[in-house]
């Protein structure tokens, strides 16, 4: 056998540094090289036990294998209003409410037994063979110890007090266990997640879980991984009876607390954010598809304020008649429907629809609205017969930092950028009902509007006359995303 000797520059003996760590030099010559195998450690084992170690790919072609991760979701909670065209509530006695940039699940400490509160997201998820899905929650509990109350998040389907029907998830058990869980339609592999050198998430100390911490569920057909931390603390393998770690190959991000007795105290589930990644896959979604995927369509107003639509389109109800003006808006919406009494021809730009993108605060995410294409829908004769012949002329204007058109750039203001659009005409004595075809526009760089600055719809009327009773109505779609 070998033996080293230490401390030596003789050629042929090794030499170690005082730390025992043998020096290595590499040889320089080709004819004379080895090779170095590469690999990645993905978890040093502080939890677990034994590291995780994954060699690094190459295809055939000898290249190198890289994959790019692909944002799906991602939900904050600035303010108190609860984003309910992303999330669905479904509380029995249990209350939420948001504050303090968190969602609070059973804010209002509940005891009784049966009480239960879950939120849900509207869209599901991929879970895809062999590219992972990612799901992050960044929570912290209250009460983590109550007994005869449980609370879960993650992936799933989860109703009332009932046991999961699906999913991937972490379970904190009445008296506090953690749990890792893999439910199959029902059926459930459970892993035990014990806190021991788990750090906390600032790296200062080790977990706590009336802190927030940052989970993440990885998913993959071959099995399913837990992480607090950034520490893997529970891995579940796919049983070999399944094709996968769920029924669904679609599900929800879920996150829900209830008392199966009277509970020794109020639990509390409090989310700091969620979000949602594909793993590996480049999909080659366009951008905006993305941003509308994870909710940010310009048709809906945002997190931070109510939840609604972004247009001027009340259920089974004609609009109210707009006040042509060139320094107030005749609808604060973003397009929908409108209706206007003729007016006497002239050069004035009308701010037929004023919408202002919300002001970003500390309590409202300042999101900027990136508008794809406008399209000026067909415009109606109703009330009158035209007796003049009328000229409709649309512009869209973007960055105006007030209402009004005539605002100008100066220190503390931006006047509106002013994009042409195109015409319609309605010829002297049309009846009621007659119709001026509508236009679409395509904006090959998409408009932007920063958050606080206004989208104007701007209409001017060249020819007309205010003739009693006349009176046009139309629409106006316009469509992008919000980023």
Known sequence: MAQISTGS??????????NFNINVVTPQAEEQAGFVQMSSEVDAGDVMGARTVRAVEVSHDYRLRVGSDQ?????????????????????????????????????????????????????????????????????REGNPTTTNAVSEFGFGYVSGVAAPTDGIFFRRLSGGQLQGVVNFAGTEVVANITPTN?????????????????????NHNDDVEFWINDALVARIQTPSTQGGPTSSSQQPIFARVYNSGVASAGRRVEIGFMQVAGGDVMTNKPWAHQMVGGGGGAHQNQQGVASGQTANYANSAAPASATLSNTAAGYTTLGGQWQAA??????????????????????????????????????????????????????????????????????ATVGPRRVALGTQALAAAAAIGTIASGFPMNFSTPLAAPPGTFVHVILKVPAGAATASLVFRGTVAVHGYFE
């Open 9 to 18: 520059s003789t050629a042929g003996k090794a030499n170690v540094d005082a």
């Open 71 to 139: 944002p799906l979701f991602n939900l904050s909670f600035e303010g108190t209003t609860i984003a309910q065209a992303h999330l669905q509530q479904n509380l029995t006695t249990m209350t939420a409410a948001q504050a303090s940039g968190f969602l609070s699940l059973n804010s209002g400490n509940a005891t009784a037994s049966g009480n239960a509160a879950n939120v849900r997201t509207y869209r599901c998820f991929p879970l895809l063979g062999s590219y992972p899905t990612y799901g992050d929650l960044w929570v």
């Open 198 to 218: 788990i750090p906390s998430r600032d790296g200062v100390g080790v977990y706590d879980a009336s802190e927030t911490n940052h989970y993440l569920i990885s």
């Open 342 to 411: 003729a007016v006497v021809g002239a050069e004035t730009d009308y701010a037929l629809f004023g919408y202002q993108v919300p002001v970003g605060t500390n309590i409202l995410p300042g999101k900027t609205l990136y508008i794809t294409d406008i399209r000026i829908g067909e415009t109606a004769v109703t009330g009158a017969a035209v007796v003049t012949s009328t000229l409709f002329q649309w512009a869209l204007a973007v960055g105006s930092t007030a209402v009004s058109l005539a605002t100008t750039d100066a220190a």
